[in-house]
Every structure is written in C-alpha cells, then in structure tokens.
C-alpha cells in the first residue's frame, strides 16, 4: 500500500512538473482542434482551446513505469496498449485538426474503381475482391461517419481492431486463458469466444471514453476513479504491478485534472482517451474483471450507449431518443449546467467504481 501511493504522488509531481512545458508547446503550435457548431452554444466560448494535452499523461505514466515499475511482466501490455492507443489518439487529432487524411487518398488510390475501368476484366475482378471491404465502408458512412474530419470512423476501427485482436491472441494463445470472471459465478470457460469477446470489449471501451471526453474534467475525472478501482482489485489479488501501474495513471491524472478542470486551459483530445480507455481496458483484463469493467466504467457504457441508441432511432425511425447526444449533452440542453453534469456523471462514477470493487472481492 505505502509503495502504491508513493508512485502515486511521484506520478502527480512529475506529471504536474512536465505540465507547462507541454502545453506551452500546444499554445505555440496552436494545437486546437474546432469546437462543433451543432452543440450546446455555451461551448462556442471553447472555441482556441488546445487539445492533444492527454500526451502529457501517456509522457509521465510511460517514463515512471519504464524507469521503475517493468522489472514485473505485467506492466508490459498495458504500456503497450497506453502508446499504441496513444499512437492513433495523435493521428486521429493531427488528422481533424489539418483537416485532411493521408490515409483518404491512400485507400481511394488502392482500393476504389475508377469509373473508366469498370468495364475491364481487371476491374470486375477486383471490383469482386474489394466488395466486403466496400460493404465495410458503406456500414459507417451510414452511421454518420463524415470525410471532412480526416481520419474515417472505419480507418479508426481498423486501427483499433489489430491492437485489440494482437491482445486477445497473446491472452488466448500465449497466457492460455479462455474464461471470463462473473460475480457470484466465479470463472465461466467460453472458449474460442473469448478472444471475441476481448476485442469488443477493448474497441466498445476504448470508444466509450473517447465519447465521453465531451466536457471539462468529465472524463478525466471519472478515468481517476475507475483506475483507483482497479488499483484497489489489483492490490487485492496481489498483483503489485498492475496496482502500481494503476495509481502512477491515477497521480498523472490528478495532475492533469488542475489544468482541465472548467473552465479548460487544455483539453485531453483522442490522444488521451484513446490511450487511456484501451489501458483501461487492459488492466482489467489482466484482473480477469473483464465484464466487472463494465460496471465500473459504467458512466462511459451509457454515454457510448446514448449515441447508439440516437443514431439507429434517427437511422431507422426519423426521430431522437435524446435532444443531443452523447447523453451529457442531451442534460445540458435540459438546462443544467456543465459544472452540474460533470459533478453528477463523477458521483455516478464513484459509486459505480465502489459497486464495481466490492462485486470484485465477494465470493
């Protein structure tokens, strides 16, 4: 415990440290990414913030874990997840902020028919390969996914996919495991489901928090509690590493939290909850509390719900379930506000993070 909560302090001064230099660097480089005109008014005054800030975190988690916390093989996929979510958290921000995806014209030169050879041999032939790959394509672009924020919501999913499927080979084929943990239940084998199972989990999760990530300290906030938790159930079980791991996250995002509180100097940006949703995500299920995350997280399980149930009823029956969505939005459109929503969403969390812990250690 006293080994816990010094890496937690250590991991907020350093990260509160290595705070200015950082977002001196997002001002100067005018970092920011467009504030959407759709949404509630009072965020047009957002307008300049800069974004990306969530680097800082994945900085000072990496280096005090690199430096102090790898001799334990635990830590080592979740730093994998921490910069290789964080990878594409940058190139989805880079991309919306230039407004423009090298990977658009890629897959537009590799993969799509031009008109003028569609009636070649070699066309039909390839336009016969690349019709799943189409077909993929055409399910987001009807599920609202847009070319003008660089990179697309299928490219996204591409991304997310492969690391999420890498993990659930390693935990299926390298660790052997193919149960998942239930409360009451105890460990439930399903078999070759499982790797299934992880990888819409880690993409499920990964966006939950990317969505969530919508008002000042929201998800920063509710990130904090849910790694307290896991660090707790990773303390339990004697998993020192994961525990140590955990509160180093916990401290970075302490400190970040100073700087992100309303009203925002900086925002995380898809770098941070990119990163930190998928760790999340990994630290769980190195917990075998796959399914416990849920309920922890489970604030992000609504917001991400929210906007699933808005885009099939618009899809499908011409009408909203919410007046805005994600459902934070919709509670500011109510009427309350930001403050409010956020100091709700954190209590929700709080409480969901201690059902979550106590679920964890019941027999």
Known sequence: MIKVLIFTVGS?????????F???ILYRFQIREAI?????QSHLVKEGTPTMAGILIIIAVSAVNLLFNLSRAE???PIFALIAAGILGILEDIFKIHRKSFLINFFRQSLVIKSKEARTPLSKIRNFISFPWRIFKEIFRALGSKDDIGLKSYQKFLFQAAIGTFLALWFYFKLDWNTVWLPFLGDINIGFLYPILIVLIFTFFLNSVGVT?????????LLSLLFASLSAIALIQNQIGLAIFSATIVGSLLAFLYFNFYPARVFMGNVGSHA????????????HKELVLLIMGG???????????????????????????PIHHHFELCGWPETKVTMRFWLLGAFLSLLGVLLSIVK
């Open 213 to 221: 990530d919508g008002l000042d300290g929201l998800a920063g906030g």
């Open 12 to 20: 907020f001064v350093f990260t509160f440290l290595l705070a200015p």
């Open 36 to 40: 959407r005109a759709d949404g509630p």
């Open 299 to 325: 604030v992000f399980v609504v917001e991400m719900t929210s906007v699933i149930l808005q885009v099939a009823s618009v899809k499908l029956y011409g009408r909203r379930v919410f007046r805005m969505a």
């Open 22 to 24: 950082i977002i001196n």
């Open 75 to 77: 830590t080592y996929l």
């Open 276 to 287: 930190l949703g998928a760790t999340a995500a990994v630290v769980a299920m190195l917990l």
